[in-house]
């Protein structure tokens, strides 16, 4: 079983793989976009996992389990059906993305789309403008995350680049951002300019490392996001590593 625990009155932030991620602040926990099965590549081989699931679906029980869009390495029926916990655990999902997760057997699910924002369990969660990267998943959503220690952070999305993403993005403790730059995701120097916008104080990418036709490497975003004059601190986990601040 994994660790959860921290220190102190610290945040903390797990690494599920893809965009996926646990984080925690004082008892509240919160999922977002976990994928842990290999659903994608049963039905598109060329896409299956580069490596197993740091973790099994049923190990896992949060708070809050958020959801950006219906893709299913975002939004994946079976992380959801082996997930353990649907009765106590408050979903949050822009619209169409909450409809599947009805027609998957999630009733207590809150809908929250880009400007709306709601407290579930003592935790502020906000609606953040993301650029749809299909016409199949249109009400794809970013998600500002507040604890009630004052910790936060934002988490992109799968999002496309246009000048309204620089100009709705908030300010976070943290921003976990997409970087493989491919169907219609962020290029990693998209994402620089995003972290410049945000001024977080960590910088954490992400979606670059399930599936290897859908790769980045995160050191070259590192590596430039240094040269761009950010003052963020750019974090680059591993899956199941624990980040804290």
Same mark, same amino acid.
């Given at each position: 079983?994994?660790?959860?625990?921290?220190?102190?009155?610290?945040?903390?932030?797990?690494?599920?793989?893809?965009?996926?991620?646990?984080?925690?602040?004082?008892?509240?926990?919160?999922?977002?976009?976990?994928? @842990?099965?290999?659903? #994608?590549?049963?039905?598109?081989?060329?896409?299956?996992?580069?490596?197993?699931?740091?973790?099994? %679906?049923?190990?896992?029980?949060?708070?809050?389990?958020?959801?950006?869009?219906?893709?299913?390495?975002?939004? *994946?029926?079976?992380?959801?059906?082996?997930?353990?916990?649907?009765?106590?655990?408050?979903?949050?999902?822009?619209? /169409?993305?909450? &409809?599947?997760?009805?027609?998957?057997?999630? *009733?207590? +699910?809150? +809908?929250? *789309?880009?400007?709306?924002?709601?407290? @579930?369990?003592?935790?502020?969660?906000?609606?953040?403008?993301?650029?749809?990267?299909?016409?199949?998943?249109?009400?794809?959503?970013?998600? &500002?995350?507040?604890?009630? !220690?004052?910790?936060?952070?934002?988490?992109?999305?799968?999002?496309?680049?246009?000048?309204?993403? /620089?100009?709705?993005? %908030?300010?976070?403790?943290?921003?976990?951002?997409?970087?493989?730059?491919?169907?219609?995701?962020?290029?990693?120097? *998209?994402?620089?300019?995003?972290? @410049?916008?945000?001024?977080?104080?960590?910088?954490?990418?992400?979606?670059?490392?399930?599936?290897?036709?859908?790769?980045?490497?995160?050191? !070259? /975003?590192?590596? /430039?996001?240094?040269?761009?004059?950010?003052?963020?601190?750019?974090?680059?986990?591993?899956?199941?590593? #624990?980040?804290?601040?």
């Amino acid at each position: 079983m994994a660790n959860w625990n921290l220190e102190g009155d610290k945040a903390g932030l797990w690494f599920l793989g893809q965009a996926g991620y646990y984080i925690k602040s004082g008892d509240t926990s919160v999922l977002i976009d976990p994928y @842990l099965t290999d659903s #994608v590549g049963k039905s598109a081989p060329a896409f299956k996992r580069a490596y197993p699931s740091p973790i099994e %679906p049923s190990e896992i029980k949060a708070d809050i389990y958020i959801v950006t869009h219906d893709h299913t390495d975002h939004l *994946d029926p079976e992380t959801i059906a082996a997930y353990r916990h649907k009765e106590s655990t408050a979903f949050v999902a822009p619209r /169409f993305a909450a &409809k599947k997760l009805r027609s998957l057997g999630i *009733d207590n +699910v809150t +809908v929250v *789309d880009h400007g709306e924002s709601c407290v @579930l369990k003592g935790v502020k969660i906000e609606g953040i403008f993301a650029l749809a990267t299909g016409p199949d998943c249109l009400d794809t959503c970013g998600y &500002k995350i507040t604890f009630e !220690s004052g910790k936060s952070v934002y988490h992109t999305a799968d999002t496309a680049k246009c000048d309204l993403l /620089f100009k709705a993005c %908030p300010y976070a403790d943290v921003l976990l951002t997409c970087i493989n730059g491919k169907w219609g995701n962020l290029h990693i120097n *998209d994402s620089i300019e995003l972290t @410049l916008a945000v001024k977080p104080m960590y910088v954490i990418p992400n979606h670059y490392d399930v599936m290897a036709l859908n790769s980045e490497n995160p050191e !070259s /975003f590192r590596y /430039f996001l240094g040269e761009s004059g950010s003052e963020a601190k750019c974090v680059i986990l591993k899956p199941m590593e #624990v980040f804290e601040w």
